[in-house]
């Protein structure tokens, strides 16, 4: 497929912010037949919409740079795809990483299958990611901006999905896409990046969970089983979590802080423990649902680098492939490896898909 040819019609997913503005500048100076989407995909209980400051951003950047512009409605699809996935991960003391669901399912899945049906050639979004084409094959690479790199995010999506996707921002440096939002005058040069969670937005974390999944609080122990506090539900907390226990001022003497180690969900028990010790790091993990995207046939056993979170630098590891899924041992230890969220595999600059962590080895066993 040829991304280069004149005319080519591209929907580019506009969100209000810089990124995706750039991204449209540029497909429509290249000479592409550009029309900017705002997706709408959440709505709050009362029905109320959070995003009507962003669709007036879309609205402003759309008639600077003259391209057609609408909206469409996903929120059924969002709630039955990513939210209830969401909720469901958060109530059974793991955590999710919704921002890698909203890619799969919503904007490469729901959007992709519209803009298609619309008459458009190709999709086109904000992420800092790049494609290289190469006889009906598709490889994600990182983007060259290294602190903006969103492959991790992207690492669920399949080989066809990609073949119908634009990154046109990939090969620039953030500041790069500031500076050509200030010198074509964007509305949004100046925007601040949007944070918090894919298409929610910024809350209180704990009172928007406290919202959908009922609070059960419980006893917060030591390693050693003695205990240190309460706490206020297992769904709040994560493992290697610092902030917001409640228990800076307890010590055993030594002054150091207290992180989450561990989650008895039988027993309802946050596990914490003084310092970052053994208990805190593992070995390896374990992922049940692999996504490939390249089509080439990957060996069964081979070297590479890997993510357990966000922006995390890339860890060799060693992969196993197993029944559509692998096993990741690491060569040095790694801290908080958190199931639910996604261990995403690299090939040098290249992605090489990832999945879900199931469960990990630890260093040391808790006991309590």
Not at 30 to 39: I, K, N, P
Not at 66 to 95: C, H, M, W
Not at 168 to 196: C, F, H, M, N
Request: charged share 30%; glycine share 10%; proline share 4%.
């Amino acid at each position: 497929m040829d991304e280069t040819r004149d005319n080519s019609s591209v929907i580019v997913g506009l969100s209000g912010g810089v990124d995706s503005a750039v991204a449209a500048l540029l497909l429509k100076e290249q000479g592409y037949e550009v029309t900017g989407v705002f997706m709408r995909n959440w709505e709050d209980l009362d029905g109320s919409c959070p995003a009507e400051e962003d669709f007036e951003d879309v609205r402003r950047v759309s008639e600077a740079l003259d391209i057609p512009y609408y909206t469409v409605n996903f929120t059924k699809e969002y709630q039955e795809r990513v939210f209830s996935y969401f909720l469901s991960e958060y109530a059974a003391g793991r955590t999710p990483n919704p921002d890698i669901l909203c890619n799969t399912e919503i904007k490469f899945k729901a959007f992709l299958d519209f803009a298609m049906k619309s008459g458009a050639n190709f999709l086109a979004t904000g992420h800092y990611a790049r494609l290289s084409r190469d006889q009906g094959d598709v490889h994600l690479l990182k983007g060259l901006d290294g602190g903006k790199d969103q492959t991790y995010f992207l690492a669920g999506l399949t080989n066809e999905q990609l073949s119908r996707a634009m990154f046109p921002i990939g090969d620039l440096q953030k500041k790069e896409v500031r500076d050509l939002a200030r010198r074509y005058e964007l509305p949004v040069a100046e925007k601040k990046d949007s944070t918090g969670i894919c298409f929610i937005g910024e809350r209180n974390f704990k009172k928007f969970l406290m919202t959908y999944l009922p609070a059960t609080p419980g006893d917060m122990v030591d390693e050693h089983g003695r205990r240190i506090g309460r706490h206020d539900g297992l769904m709040y907390y994560t493992l290697g979590q610092r902030r917001g226990l409640g228990i800076g001022g307890r010590s055993d003497g030594s002054g150091e802080s207290w992180f989450v180690i561990g989650k008895d969900l039988k027993r309802n028990l946050l596990v914490v423990q003084q310092g970052e010790h053994e208990e805190l790091y593992s070995l390896s993990l374990t992922v049940d649902r692999l996504n490939v995207i390249p089509r080439e046939d990957l060996p069964k056993r081979f070297e590479c680098t890997a993510k357990f979170r966000y922006r995390q630098p890339d860890q060799a590891v060693e992969v196993e492939l197993r029944d559509g899924g692998a096993f990741v041992r690491f060569k040095e230890p790694q801290r908080a490896v958190t199931p639910g969220q996604w261990c995403v595999l690299y090939r040098g600059q290249e992605c090489l898909g990832g999945g879900p962590i199931e469960a990990t080895e630890p260093m040391k066993e808790i006991r309590i």
